[in-house]
């Protein structure tokens, strides 16, 4: 089955229910005691390692940067992939491909990259940007909550590593926060209820 065959098996699968996305930023680490008691009744997206933190994802949304490999052995999520050339992860039910030509936080077309209506994945910046939140709503989610996702100048990039945020990711970070307030009120004219913890 071809990906885009996958991606319209997906559509509504469920429709109605709440959805956790973890991702990983510093945060997140404040609210892990909350994470672990997410029951079986919500849809959970884990944003690459943030997957350590939620291993009973049933989705892993993963893109070309910070590239490794994860254990699937004790549970499978549907994986989701954004790539660019060849760098690919080993294990993925569906690869999108990578467009930077349009930056969103740019043209602030979000309509354009619905999963329905297009494939192909923009520039963000950020994998919230270009596939978490679209995910959410693709699969007919009425609520999202999501832990980690900072997209602020904090003194560390990730949780699950002590880097100091570097002067090209100043910019990167400043252009998503610019986008937020605008690409989360487009999701919210969709109907969808948003509740950030940071």
């Known amino acids: 089955m071809i990906n885009q065959q996958k991606l319209n098996l997906l559509k509504n699968t469920h429709i109605g229910k709440d959805c956790v996305i973890v991702a990983c930023g510093p945060s997140v680490i404040k609210y892990e005691d909350e994470i672990k008691k997410i029951g079986n009744d919500k849809i959970i997206i884990a944003v690459k390692q943030a997957l350590s933190l939620v ?16 254990d699937y052995s004790k549970n499978k999520p549907f ?4 790539f660019r050339g060849n760098e690919r992860h080993k294990y993925h039910d569906i690869g999108f491909a990578f467009s930077g030509k349009e930056a969103l936080f740019k043209t602030k077309n979000f309509k354009k990259y619905l999963l329905e209506n297009s494939y192909t994945r923009p520039w963000g910046p950020g994998i919230m940007y ?9 699969l007919g989610c009425k609520n999202i909550t ?7 100048l904090t003194n560390k990039s990730h949780f699950y590593k002590s880097d100091k945020i570097s002067t090209g990711m ?5 252009n998503a926060k610019n986008i937020e307030r605008p690409f989360l009120t487009f999701f919210s004219q969709l109907g969808i ?6």
């Open 55 to 70: 291993p009973n994802a049933q989705y892993h949304i993963l893109n070309f940067i910070n590239i490794q490999q994860y």
């Open 79 to 82: 994986v989701l992939e954004i």
């Open 130 to 138: 270009e596939l978490g939140f679209y995910l959410a709503y693709h």
């Open 146 to 152: 999501t832990y980690g996702w900072d997209a602020d």
């Open 170 to 174: 100043i910019s990167e970070l400043k």
């Open 193 to 198: 209820e948003i509740n950030i913890k940071r």
